[in-house]
């Protein structure tokens, strides 16, 4: 079993950027991939992103590509998703969960983060 926890969200203005942070703990070892989802207000969850954990080959969902960049530090436990150029329809509370290996879907989620970006 893997613990999940997000950190970096708030307000920002757009145009900005931030990034988040996604803390993992406990079976490190078994991890697949860790993705980066979304859920916009009245809609429904949205895939962002991914990194395999062994090797930190990414993908991303064609809507955000060129401004959403995923990256990992290993020695921390650590994957981030950085933003930039924040447009208003951005804002959403902003979740990464865990693919174990050996799984076909993502079985394990952190409690999300919001981000709000005003125009």
């Known amino acids: 079993q893997v613990q999940l926890v997000e950190t970096g969200g708030g307000l920002a203005q757009a145009g900005g950027s931030l990034r988040l942070s996604c803390v993992a703990s406990g079976r490190i070892s078994t991890i697949d991939r860790v993705g980066w989802f979304r859920r916009a207000p009245g809609k429904d969850r949205e895939f962002v992103g991914s990194?395999?954990?062994?090797?930190?080959?990414?993908s991303y969902a064609d809507s955000v590509k060129g401004r959403f960049t995923i990256s990992t530090n290993t020695a921390k436990n650590t994957v981030y998703l950085q933003i930039t150029n924040l447009k208003p329809e951005d804002t959403a509370v902003y979740y990464c969960?865990?693919?174990?290996?050996?799984?076909?879907?993502?079985?394990?989620w952190g409690q999300g983060t919001q981000v709000t970006v005003s125009s």
């Open positions: 990194i395999r954990y062994s090797d930190y080959t990414t």
């Open positions: 969960a865990v693919l174990l290996i050996g799984d076909s879907q993502f079985l394990y």
